[in-house]
């Protein structure tokens, strides 16, 4: 494990029901240095999760009792420190994407490849500890009709749109995939009633003001 990786590592909390996914994550974790704390249900892990910010959480979206959209809505994660991953099957990405709306970072998709899901979430770290230097702070600042409408990672992906990155590019600038990225700048698109990117750019810098 090289010095970079090192300091992109912390604790992972995962929720899932299937104690096997959870000795799998772990296991998978652990080996590349993160520490890794498990959760068979939303209540135990809510509980924790509002005493303790982790450097990162995989939820469960189809947990028993609790689901995992009612636990982003009670863990409030909108404005939750921490980037959360939700674990989905195929069967289960429009609930996925459900869930993104209602304030996950992003998804990962079963069956797990373990190298991807470590990238991933060390991806999403970095780009969390980076956030006050990496905004871009001009057109975050600005004030433009709707902007109330937005939520902060719909802002985060508003600024990289308007600044001409690709959904590829300011994927990799704010650590989710292309495909959230996609989702959120629909998002933005219906609440701001753009047809288009070039309806964005004019939105945010037409007749707006820095804050």
């Given at each position: 494990m090289t010095s970079e990786q090192q300091r992109v590592c912390g604790e992972i909390f995962l929720v899932d029901d299937d104690p096997a996914v959870r000795d799998a994550l772990?296991?998978?974790?652990?080996?590349?240095?993160?520490q890794a704390r498990g959760f068979a249900d939303g209540t135990s892990f809510l509980k924790v999760a509002r005493e303790k910010v982790p450097d990162a959480i995989l939820l469960d979206v189809k947990m028993p009792g609790t689901?995992?959209?009612?636990?982003?809505?009670?863990?409030?994660?909108?404005?939750?420190?921490?980037?959360?991953f939700i674990i989905s099957g195929q069967g289960d990405i429009p609930m996925a994407v459900e869930a993104i709306k209602n304030g996950a970072f992003d998804f990962l998709e079963k069956p797990f490849d373990a190298d991807t899901v470590v990238r991933r979430v060390r991806e999403a770290i970095?780009?969390?500890?980076?956030?006050?230097?990496?905004?871009?702070?001009d057109i975050l600042s600005r004030s433009f009709p709707g902007r109330e409408r937005l939520t902060r990672r719909e802002r985060e992906v508003l600024a990289e749109i308007a600044s001409g990155a690709s959904n590829k590019e300011a994927g990799n600038k704010l650590g989710?995939?292309?495909?959230?990225?996609?989702?959120?700048?629909?998002?933005v698109m219906e609440k701001l009633n753009a047809r288009n990117t070039a309806d964005l750019v004019r939105i945010v810098l037409s007749e707006s003001r820095v804050s």
């Open positions: 772990s296991v998978t974790f652990m080996l590349e240095g993160f689901s995992g959209i009612d636990i982003l809505h009670d863990l409030d994660a909108q404005n939750y420190p921490a980037p959360i970095k780009a969390q500890r980076r956030r006050p230097s990496t905004h871009k702070s989710i995939s292309p495909r959230t990225v996609e989702v959120h700048r629909a998002r």
